[in-house]
T-cell receptor
């Protein structure tokens, strides 16, 4: 199993600013992902964080808005750039080996005012 | 695109009653995973099914994978207040990323 430490757990940010969310895994994992979850909704995949290369983004998400880093097999960051109130949501990171269970961070509840 | 639909969206049951959520896909699934998300929490893995017709049990929870591998169900017998949360199914659809179902939110009336 893997334990993921995600921070911050919550933040309130001014529009136009950026927030970087960090996820640290207690063991090396092949794959890490970033999701967005609106309250009461399902999880929407933002991107796959690839170690040592550019992230793979899903339709509707772009690197300029959500830059992602993954410098090694245990750590990844997601930045929400130039925030607007529409970016208010819960952001979750996950880690898994292909075809096995996904482990999630505790989530970051972001409010943009 | 690849989608996984779940029904019902919401379910309110009296404590002690049974609960079932269904997961459906228009395409064959390589696998099906089930997760539980408590209110204010993050998704937690429950189980994975990969074989056609597979049935697995965890105490009061029974998971089934359809013969055609296009549907799955989660059944909880005699619900308890600790079962409250949203239950998601998810599948890899044969690739590395996980696609989540729409979820079923279970509330328990004591």
């Amino acid at each position: 199993s893997a334990v993921i430490s995600q921070k911050p757990s919550r933040d309130i940010c001014q529009r136009g600013t950026s927030l970087t969310i960090q996820c640290q895994v207690d063991s090396q994992v092949t794959m890490m992902f970033w999701y967005r979850q609106q309250p009461g909704q399902s999880l929407t995949l933002i991107a796959t964080a690839n170690q040592g290369s550019e992230a793979t983004y899903e339709s509707g998400f772009v690197i300029d808005k959500f830059p992602i880093s993954r410098p090694n097999l245990t750590f990844s960051t997601l930045t929400v750039s130039n925030m607007s109130p529409e970016d208010s949501s819960i952001y979750l990171c996950s880690a898994e080996e292909f075809g096995t269970e996904a482990f999630f961070g505790q989530g970051t509840r972001l409010t943009v005012v | 695109g690849q989608q996984v639909m779940q029904i019902p969206q919401y379910q309110h049951v009296q404590e002690g009653e049974d609960f079932t959520t269904y997961c459906n896909s228009s395409t064959t699934l390589s696998n099906i995973q089930w997760y539980k998300q408590r209110p204010g929490g993050h998704p937690v893995f429950l189980i994975q099914l990969v074989k056609s017709g597979e049935v697995k049990k965890q105490k009061r929870l029974t998971f089934q994978f359809g013969e055609a591998k296009k549907n799955s169900s989660l059944h909880i017998t005699a619900t308890q207040t600790t079962d409250v949360g949203t239950y998601f199914c998810a599948s890899n659809f044969g690739n590395e990323k996980l696609t989540f179902g729409t979820g079923t939110r279970l509330t328990i009336i004591p």
